[in-house]
């Protein structure tokens, strides 16, 4: 088989997604997290006390915790495909990458498998997080003294 004819063939059978519906999924779910999470730090500040910086913290730490929870019980990976890129937002996106790289490798042992590979998929980002903060703080300190 010629690779054009491959090409062909692979193009027939491979299912093509609606962008349009996938896009309008991802901001209504990614919106209804928000929304969720805002919720949850209202009632921080107004059921608690909590002050604004310190509900959003917690709100924070309670998103690692559902994601990371999730992707331990299997449901994150099913949710994600089911909702594109509204569940896959920064906070709970990197939570899912370290929690599901953990339980890839648990088997290895504390050492050679969480230890050495715990940061395997969220390691980039933080690379490249901090050397971009590290450039933008010096663009920082030239254009404001």
């Known amino acids: 088989m010629k690779k054009e004819e491959y090409q062909k063939l692979v193009s027939e059978y491979t299912p093509k997604e609606n962008k349009w519906k996938n896009a309008a999924l991802s901001f209504f779910v990614g919106g209804l997290v928000g929304f ?15 002050e604004v910086t310190e509900s959003y913290s917690w709100v924070c730490v309670i998103m690692i915790f559902f994601a990371s929870f999730c992707t331990a019980l299997g449901f994150f990976d099913n949710w994600v495909s089911k909702c594109k890129a509204g569940l896959f937002l920064p906070t709970t996106g990197f939570a899912h990458s370290v929690t599901s790289t953990a339980l890839d490798y648990r088997k290895d042992g504390f ?35």
């Open 36 to 50: 969720i999470a805002e919720l949850i730090a209202l009632i921080l500040q107004n059921s608690f006390g909590l």
């Open 111 to 145: 050492i050679t498998g969480l230890g050495s590979s715990f940061f395997k998929l969220a390691g980039s980002v933080i690379l490249y997080g901090i050397i971009s903060a590290f450039f933008l703080s010096i663009l920082g300190v030239i254009i404001y003294g």
